[in-house]
């Protein structure tokens, strides 16, 4: 992993966390293990490629096991390891969070200009 510029924990959790899809990946695999093509059915919208960066990354940093089973075709299953069960309450916040941030009253201001 990088080196923290600010020297603050937050910074590395960004790091790791960051990006739209990991948070995303992590709720997923909340409910338990879960194959790539699984994970590509609950984010219609996530690329190939990003999942699988994304599913690397998180893998790398310790939050995502991946488990090769020598089948044919070969089957691939994430899961959370312990450190990435042991953010359900991030998660859960963050669910929170975006639910209140529906229920406010859309802005006026959009990039610069009055919403008419």
């Known amino acids: 992993m990088k080196e923290s510029v600010s020297?603050?924990?937050v910074e590395d959790a960004i790091r790791v966390l960051g990006g739209r899809w990991?948070?995303?990946?992590?709720?997923s695999l909340l409910d338990g293990p879960k194959?790539?093509?699984?994970?590509?059915?609950?984010?219609?919208?996530?690329?190939q490629r990003m999942l699988t960066l994304d599913l690397r990354a998180l893998e790398a940093a310790g939050l995502v096991f991946r488990t090769i089973y020598p089948e044919v075709p070969v089957r691939v299953?994430?899961?959370?390891?312990q450190a990435g069960h042991a953010l359900r309450p991030l998660v859960e916040i963050?669910?929170?969070?975006?639910?209140?941030?529906?229920?406010?009253?859309?802005?006026?201001?959009?990039?610069?200009?009055?919403?008419?």
Do not use: W
């Open 94 to 116: 963050l669910g929170d969070v975006g639910e209140s941030l529906q229920h406010l009253a859309p802005s006026p201001v959009r990039n610069g200009a009055v919403a008419g």
């Open 77 to 81: 299953v994430y899961e959370l390891t």
């Open 22 to 27: 990991r948070i995303v990946l992590v709720y």
């Open 7 to 9: 020297g603050c924990h």
């Open 35 to 47: 194959r790539f093509n699984e994970l590509r059915r609950e984010m219609p919208k996530i690329s």
